[in-house]
Every structure is written in C-alpha cells, then in structure tokens.
C-alpha cells in the first residue's frame, strides 16, 4: 500500500492526478473530497456517504487506495488542514447552522430571508476562495488577449451573457457564443492563440460550452474558466480557473456569487486599461 498523502494540498494534488482513472463512484467520491472539504472533514461517514451518492464502503475503500488506513484518517488530515486555515471551516459551519435555523422557513418573506441570507454567507466565502494571485492571472489573460470568445448556455447563460455585454461595452473587442442556431462549434473555430476563450460552466456543465472549451484547446487558444470544481470537464481544459462556491438552498443554486466575480473581472480589467499609457494599448 502506498504513503498516504500527509498534507491536503498533497492529498488534492494527488486526487487530481488520478482522477481520470478512476470508477465513477469513485469519481463521486473524489469529487465530493475536493469540492466540499469541510463537510467531509466535520460529518459522519453516513452523512458523507448521502451527500456524495454513494455507499460508505465507497468513501472507505477511496481512503485507502490513496494509503489511507480508512476514511478517519482522510477526514482527520482535512480537518487538520481547515483548523489551521479557518476559511472554509467557518464557512462551512455558518452554512449548517443557517440551514437548521432555516428550514421551517415557508412564507414568502421566510424563502427572501433564506435565499439572501445563504448568498450573503456564499459572498462572504468568495474574498477567501480566490487569492489575489489567481485574479491577477485571470485579469491579466484578459488584458493580453485579442479578443475575447464568451462561452456559457442553460444556467451559466447569464453569467456569460452579463460578461459579453460588459466587455463589449468598455472597449474590448468580444464575442459571444450564444448558440443560436446551434452554431456554436463554427463560432469557436474562429479562435486563434492570441484570443481567449471565456467559459463559464456548472455541473451538469452544459456540453456546448464543454465543446467549445475543446476547439478552443486543439486551435491553441488559452482559456479562463469559471466553474465549480477542479475536476469539472471545463477545468481539466482550461489555462486558468476560478472557482465559484454557490448557495444552494432546497436545491436551488444561485447565481450571486458567480455574478459578483464577473463583475469584479470586468471592472478590474477595465481599471488597468484606464491606468496603462494609450501606446501600450492591446486590443481594447
């Protein structure tokens, strides 16, 4: 058997190298450890084994190929992680109190108090969730690129929708690939090296977008993906990727927090373009 993993990042870095190798129950595990990590760190193996679909032998039999004596240890080395970190932990602790203190909330004053106040707390998240680093990538592949291609259909629409429109309006030379008429294969062929594509995927992520990340790929074009997980079929392609914890209450996902950091991208492209000299000026 091999080490396991002693650090979480090790443990994540690990996850993803051997992903695609894997069942799909044991991809539904996988998934689950990386994207909910505090709820895996702090419930009960049976509570864990609901929320990611599968049976908790699966959960224990994933801890131990990846060296883990069972799935205690896992969780004990995420927990460990959170503990020092306290991002995600006090995230993911508001996020169960908020859902018992609103579950009997039925009156229509009652569903606006639970929606606002699950995005307030998935908001709050997002400051946390994406450092300065990965935002400076994100914008700067903005700023270097020709132009931009906007991807996103079904319930990414308005995010990719809003990020079009926006650029469009500061300047920037922009095209959005709506899909209208089904030809949205034929508008990401356009795309060359000096273009990006941007997408924006959930799961279960539309395969237009997913197709249009894939011509983008093989043309050579860099792509910015905003999605929600590190092993979303968006993320496996893209050149940089931000990723979006959304609220979900009675299994309704928002869109807040997704619309929040589209906003955030746009205006902070358009505050370096304001600042850079007109004869360092790129495409827009």
Known sequence: MTAPPETAEALRAQILEVYDGLSKRMK??????????DDLAFETLS???QRSGVQPSAVVRFAKSLGFSGANQMQRLIREDLLSRRVDLAYGERVRQFARARSAADDDAGILAEHADADTLALANLKEAISEETLNRAVDRLEQAD???VAGARRSFPVASYLAYSFQQIGKKTVFIDGVGGFHAQAARTLTPDDLLLAVSYHAYAEETIA???IAAERGAPILAITDSAVSPLATLASEVLLVREAEVRNFRSLAVS???????VIAYAF???ARPPEEGKGG
């Not at 539904?28 to 990590?37: N, T």
């Open 272 to 274: 370096r373009v304001t």
């Open 259 to 265: 619309l929040c950091l589209a906003q955030s991208l």
């Open 212 to 214: 249009c990340a894939r």
């Open 47 to 49: 509570l864990v084994s």
């Open 147 to 149: 132009t931009i291609y």
């Open 28 to 37: 539904q595990v996988a998934r689950y450890v990386l994207d909910q990590p």
